[in-house]
Every structure is written in C-alpha cells, then in structure tokens.
C-alpha cells in the first residue's frame, strides 16, 4: 500500500518583545521621556486655564452685581451678555450666553402653513422664496433642524396673513434647552478700531 508523503510547512517565529538592550532602546527611552514632560505640562496648563476660566466668570459677574447696585442699572443685554473695554480701550472682555434651542411640535403646523404659501406662490413664478424655505427646512448631517435657518425666515418681509400665522407657529415653537457661557478676550490691532481675539486655543498662538 503506497504511503502518502506529508508535506511539512514552515511556521514563522512568533515575534516576542523588544530586546531591552537593542538598538532602539535609548530612542524608545527619550520618546517616553519626551512625552511624559509635554503631558505633564499639558496637565499643569489646563488646570490653570480652568482656574482662570473660574475666576474670570466669577469677577465678571461679581463686578456685574456690584454696577447694578451702585447705580441703579442692569448692565448686559437681554440674555446676560456683556463687554467691558479697558480704559484706554486697547483691551475688551465678552462675556457672551448661547442658548441651545429646539422646536416642539408646533414647527410641524408652521411648515405645512409655508407649503400651502409656497404652492399658491409658484404658480405666480417666486421661486427664489420657495428655495429660501426649502433650504431652510433641509437637516443638517447629524439629522437635526437647522434652527438658525429657520428663525431667519421671520426676518422675509412676506406679509400674507398664512405665512404672518407660520411665523407665530416658529416663534411659539421655540424651546430654549440649555445655555453655556463663553469669556472672549480682544486687542485692539494698533491704531485702528478692529479688535483680534486673544487665542487660548493652542491651535491658535
């Protein structure tokens, strides 16, 4: 009975750890190092950048009150905003509140009140209208309304009562979920009137 040749096949080594003593320790060795020190400082600077985002706020705010009682005003618009400028103006500090909005279901009746507008307009050939809302009403890549968008259409001066009524829906809509507070630093660029914001962004010193 003939007997069947096996066929043997080389199996490569497994590679195992790096030598401690080759070539590339010293190298691996300052990289660690290298990025340890940069980590740490890193770490050193963001602490400090959250104290000073800290204290910041909590000046502003307490210089804030303290206008408020001692000359009888509210300093800041509407949403708590405000700007204080140095006194020989070469520096200015906002202190901006935006607000994270949504729309509840009455978006949904401001929409169809447009569509009807918008089918009676296009036999009267107002295209540039039409794509304005539509443009208005597309989502964004996450799936999400277009809020800033939207609220610009109230700013079209349309004055059919239906598109008048859509733009009271919008209004009615609008649901404020949150807010965060933002601290900007500006200086003013030599001579002129125009300010550069002050980067505390390490993408942007």
């Known amino acids: 009975m003939p007997t069947r040749a096996r066929t043997l096949r080389a199996t490569a080594p497994t590679p195992g750890p790096p ?12 990289a660690d190092e290298l990025v340890y020190g940069l980590v740490d400082r890193a770490k050193a600077l963001r602490e400090e950048l959250r104290d000073f985002k800290g204290d910041a706020f909590s000046e502003i705010h307490a210089f804030v009150e303290t206008s408020a009682q001692e000359y009888g005003v509210q300093m800041g ?5 405000v700007q204080l400028v140095s006194f020989d103006g070469r520096y200015k500090i906002q202190r901006a509140i935006q607000e ?8 949904q009746a401001a929409k169809a009140l447009i569509d009807q507008c918008l089918t009676e307009w296009t036999a009267d050939a107002r295209p540039e209208v039409a794509a304005i809302v539509q443009d208005a ?7 999400n309304i277009r809020t800033g968008q939207v ?10 009562a239906r598109w008048l ?9 609008v649901q404020v979920t949150g807010s965060k507070s933002y601290i900007r630093l500006y200086e003013r ?3 002129t009137d125009q300010y550069k914001a002050i980067s ?3 993408a942007g010193v």
């Open 165 to 173: 009524k859509a733009m009271d829906a919008i209004s009615d809509a």
């Open 77 to 81: 618009g509407r949403k708590g905003n």
């Open 200 to 202: 505390l962004d390490i």
């Open 189 to 191: 660029v030599g001579e």
């Open 151 to 160: 609220l610009g259409l109230r700013r079209l001066n349309i004055s059919d």
């Open 19 to 30: 030598d401690p003593g080759g070539p590339n320790q010293g190298s691996g060795q300052a």
């Open 137 to 143: 009403f597309r989502v964004d890549q996450a799936g």
């Open 100 to 107: 994270s909005i949504s729309f509840d279901e009455r978006l």
